[in-house]
């Protein structure tokens, strides 16, 4: 890993199971609730905080892009967590990793957002501006150029 401050396992695996909400049925922000509820059962917090935090840079839901297909409950409850939780590292990670990754494998991050932009109508400027952050923090501490980390060609 790159970033020796952050355990490489513990990343892949967070990584590996920041969607897990999508084994039970497709759905947008229901995933994230369906996926934090179900690690939180298991009583693996972390990576419940994973399934929460992986969508939501800015740290509420007003920027998520996608369909609000959760109960009132359910979107209280992603809500209230949010605002409790303390994002380190690892969410940051995920979160950079998501916003560069497609079916096809790891794309250019502003493409993607671009992408995003035209299949669902809009894509927030702040949340934009938000992924390039971290793509630059993560630069930063890895004194590295990213897409040479990911093995994505320019």
């Known amino acids: 890993m790159e970033c020796h401050d ?6 892949y695996i967070l990584g590996l199971l920041h969607d897990i909400g999508r084994k039970f049925g497709v759905r947008h922000l229901g995933h ?3 996926g934090y509820t179900y690690m939180m059962s298991l009583g693996y917090d972390e990576a419940a905080q994973i399934c929460l935090t992986h969508s939501f840079n800015n ?4 920027q998520y892009i996608g369909k609000f297909d959760t109960t009132d409950e ?3 409850m992603i809500q209230d967590a949010l605002k409790e939780v ?3 590292d690892y969410d940051r990670l995920i979160q950079l990793c998501d916003a560069l990754a497609g079916s096809e494998g ?3 991050m502003e493409e993607r957002m671009e992408d995003v932009r035209r299949r669902y109508g809009s894509y927030p400027q702040e949340k ?8 630059k923090y993560f630069e930063e501490k890895m004194g590295k150029d990213l ?3 990911v093995g994505k060609e320019k």
């Open 74 to 76: 359910e979107l209280k």
């Open 106 to 108: 790891v794309l250019d």
């Open 6 to 11: 952050l355990d490489s396992d513990k990343a």
């Open 86 to 88: 303390t994002f380190d």
């Open 32 to 34: 994230v609730s369906d």
């Open 59 to 62: 740290q509420t839901t007003d």
């Open 128 to 135: 934009w501006e938000r992924n390039l952050a971290l793509k």
């Open 147 to 149: 897409y040479t980390v």
